[in-house]
């Protein structure tokens, strides 16, 4: 079991640039709390700083990868291919499968790699990785017992959500999903922590969810020729809603959980569930 020796965030305005000076100074001040300068530092972008593309692969060799799919989506791609930053995922070549092998693209503005390259050399941080939020939530699921016959996990977000489905330590699928739950968690929190089941809103956002859930484990078991996915794991919400949990089970005919830092790893102290959903990403990144 992985030890997490300490786990904390700092909050900063949201609507000013995601690196101004507040924020810089933010991260600056933690990096220097938790002696930063005696680890190497990973780090997951944003969801939204990065474009995920299935591509067919290339077919050249593993080390030239990357620069022939940089050629195959410059025309995918709303910005020139010249500022962006391309590294690609291997999905697993299944090898009784006719299809042809392919990949995924991740495509990344350079200036902002370069702002996270320069926040940390101004914190004096050693940066080893810049991960995406796709590959944090398969750094959890290798962790996760039902990983050995493949397991999803769904983090839900403010104006979107990201399914992930991983086996053996791969990363097979990832989808964003257009659907938020904003309205949701003020709701939730309007209701004192109980999700309000006869909102219409609601309820329309959480079965659209599930239909794209479905589809995506659908796709995944049909194209891959991969066995059922029995588990889906939901990353921590900052409020205490059981009922979404509970929901998705009775809709999908899957066991749903919470994913749990406390259960996933040794801890000198109970880690609280929205400090949790603060730094999801941030310890998924670490985890790699």
């Known amino acids: 079991m992985p030890r997490l020796l300490l786990c904390t965030s700092s909050k900063v305005d949201s609507e000013k640039s995601q690196y101004s000076s507040e924020i810089k100074k933010a991260y600056k001040d933690l990096t220097k709390s938790v002696k930063a300068k005696r680890f190497a530092v990973n780090l997951a972008i944003q ?38 930053v391309i590294d690609v995922i291997q999905i697993p070549n299944i090898k009784e ?52 016959s493949g397991v999803a996990i769904l983090s839900i977000n403010s104006q979107s959500s990201l399914l992930t489905i991983s086996r053996l330590g791969e990363l097979y699928l990832s989808r964003e999903l257009d659907t938020g739950f904003e309205h949701l968690m003020s709701s939730v929190q309007n209701s004192g922590g109980a999700l309000e089941s006869g909102s219409a809103a609601i ?49 999908l005919g899957i066991k749903s959980k919470i994913l749990d830092f406390n259960l996933l790893f040794s801890t000198d102290e109970p880690i609280p569930q929205a400090l949790q959903s603060d730094t999801f990403y941030a310890v998924g990144a670490a985890l790699r």
Do not use: H
Not at 108 to 131: F, P, T, W, Y
Not at 217 to 225: A, I, K, P, T
């Open 47 to 84: 969801q939204q700083d990065r474009q995920l593309l299935l591509i067919e692969a290339p077919q050249v060799e593993s080390s030239e990868l990357s620069d022939a799919a940089r050629w195959k989506v410059k025309d995918m791609i709303d910005f020139n291919i010249e500022d962006a």
């Open 97 to 148: 499968s006719k299809r042809s092998p392919m990949i995924y693209t991740v495509v990344v503005k350079r200036d902002k790699i370069n702002a996270i390259a320069e926040l940390c050399e101004q914190s004096g941080a050693d940066l080893a990785v810049i991960d995406i939020p796709d590959m944090a939530q398969r750094n959890y699921a290798s962790l996760l017992p039902e990983d050995k």
């Open 203 to 251: 309820l329309k956002s959480l079965e659209k969810m599930v239909l794209e859930v479905q589809r995506s484990l659908d796709y995944y078991e049909s194209q891959y020729s991969q066995p059922q996915i029995n588990a889906l794991y939901l990353a921590p919400f900052a409020y205490d809603v059981p009922e979404i949990k509970d929901y998705f089970s009775t809709q």
